[in-house]
């Protein structure tokens, strides 16, 4: 994945972090979750095109591009906070997880220095991509990397780079459905009980790793991943890029596909939702 981004040569270090210096003993819950966290490149104006900006509110001296490798998609999100809080310039983070298939997420997040301490930064809203599989790429994620390149390639200060960088992954930010839904999609496609044609319904939505949706407590607040959530209640949404992957990876649905020109999740789930609901 990482080999698609467009980064200079001259930025990439390509250094192995010690998880144990990113993650506190009392943080063994999301440690076990990682398998090796690698400073992979920095972007700063002695080796990119670019200045930096230091003010009360902004500081942006460098980009850090660090890749994640984790176990358990569950804690995505406390896993990247973590790595937020502790390194002290703004991040993209490339995470990947390494399931029945190999897929990435891309993330980034917005902050401002610490009032008190400058170097505890304030974190603002984190963003991640939809899943991202490079062996079968979607032709929505062939143009946000090609949006993410186009960023990097920005004119400007690394501020605004880096703003280009997080509004690229708003625009294709981790979303997608509920379980009753997708069951819905796929019992239209298969017919409702097995159907041999398919090679066993169960198997479809392997690749998926659904991820945790808690309703916000606030309506203007979009609280895909609060902190500390205590007993409240969430629902498991499954991703539209991993819905989209599963389906490429059935011949049965694929053909389908293909047979009426679908070329995206969304407007093949709108065309569904409009037989199935219209």
């Known amino acids: 994945m990482i080999e698609l981004i467009n980064i200079p040569k001259q930025c990439i270090c390509n250094r192995d972090i010690p998880i144990a210096k990113i993650f506190s003993e009392d943080q063994e819950q999301l440690s076990s979750a990682v398998s090796s966290v690698k400073w992979y490149a920095v972007l700063r104006p002695s080796n990119f095109h670019s200045e930096k900006v230091v ?3 902004l500081r942006y001296e460098e980009i850090q591009i660090i890749q994640v490798d984790i176990k358990d998609t569950d804690l995505l999100f406390d896993v990247a906070r973590v790595i937020y809080r502790r390194i002290k310039y703004p991040c993209l983070l490339i995470i990947c997880y390494n399931g029945a298939c190999t897929k990435y997420v891309v993330s980034a997040c917005q902050f401002s220095p610490g009032k008190i301490d400058y170097d505890r930064n304030i974190l603002h809203s984190i963003v991640m991509s939809h899943w991202i599989h490079p062996d079968c790429l979607s032709y929505k994620a062939k143009l946000f990397i090609d949006s993410l390149n186009q960023a990097l390639e920005k004119e400007g200060n690394l501020y605004e780079i880096y703003s280009a960088l997080y509004q690229t992954i708003t625009l294709f930010k981790l979303s997608g459905t509920s379980k009753a839904h997708t069951k819905s999609l796929i019992d239209y496609l298969c017919g409702r009980g097995e159907n041999p044609k398919v090679g066993g319904k169960g198997k ?18 979009a609280n895909y991943y609060p902190k500390n959530n205590g007993n409240q209640s969430y629902s498991l949404i499954y991703d539209y890029e991993d819905i989209w992957y599963c389906f490429l990876k059935n011949d049965y649905i694929r053909s389908y596909i293909e047979k009426n020109g679908y070329r995206d999740i969304d407007y093949f789930v709108y065309r569904i939702d409009e037989k199935l609901y219209g």
């Open 204 to 221: 479809i939505l392997r690749f998926c790793t659904p991820h945790r949706f808690y309703p916000s407590r606030k309506e203007f607040l």
């Open 55 to 57: 003010t009360d509110s």
